[in-house]
Nanobody, 121 residues
């Protein structure tokens, strides 16, 4: 069983910063893509940012220039540094990862339970 656990959410004023973390644990041979998504009340879950094992990143338009995704492969952990936060960034933030539990096995995608980010105006 592979679990993803997010942390670092909280309440912050507009213009402030938060750093989210997501650690994967369990039997893991390799992790390819790790990403962050968010879901605001009454809205569909939307993609925020992705980082692959080589370090190449991609961002949603809403996150570009304000958020930075990074990862520590030795710790199977992905981070999301969020700066210049806006009230519209308020959402439940989820991480996901696609991984293998053995060298030639299939890839599986798991999700964390989410961490709440609330930005006050």
């Amino acid at each position: 069983q592979v679990q993803l656990v997010e942390s670092g959410g909280g309440l912050v004023q507009a213009g402030g910063s938060l750093r989210l973390s997501c650690a994967a644990s369990g039997t893991i041979f390799s992790i390819n893509t790790m990403g962050w998504y968010r879901q605001a009340p009454g809205k569909v879950r939307e993609w925020v940012a992705t980082i692959i094992s080589s370090g190449i990143t991609s961002y949603a338009t809403s996150a570009k220039g304000r958020f930075t995704i990074s990862r520590d492969n030795a710790k199977n952990t992905v981070y999301l540094q969020m700066d210049s936060l806006k009230p519209e960034d308020t959402a439940l933030y989820y991480c996901n990862a696609d991984f293998r539990i053995r060298r030639y096995g299939p890839t599986t995608i798991n999700w964390g339970q989410g961490t709440q980010v609330t930005v006050s105006s």
